[in-house]
């Protein structure tokens, strides 16, 4: 299912999202924020949640209890996917934010 399909649904995870937007960023590992569907073991699910990238370059594992990050908050599911490069953040077109 593609993200506008759930345009609802995105929204009110936004509003959320900017919420907490500065508490999640103050955690020395996030990268940048968004809205998007969650993956579970390596497959991309139809579930949208909050999806956190993180730089890992000094991380062995990604696990929310090592980078001290939520596994949902209020009640919407948090995703982390690592940001092996930089560039992965710089796009001319993101459906995500």
Do not use: W
């Amino acid at each position: 299912m593609h993200l506008h399909q759930h345009r609802k649904e995105q929204e009110a995870i936004l509003q959320l999202l900017e919420k907490h937007k500065a508490s999640l960023l103050a955690n020395r590992y996030v990268c940048d924020l968004g809205v998007g569907y969650r993956i579970v073991n390596k497959k991309t699910t139809d579930e949208l949640g909050i999806i956190i990238q993180v730089n890992t370059q000094h991380q062995r594992l990604i696990r929310h209890t090592d980078l001290k990050l939520p596994q949902q908050i209020e009640g919407v599911a948090v995703g982390i996917v690592e940001v092996l490069e930089p560039e992965v953040l710089q796009s001319d077109f993101d459906e995500l934010h």
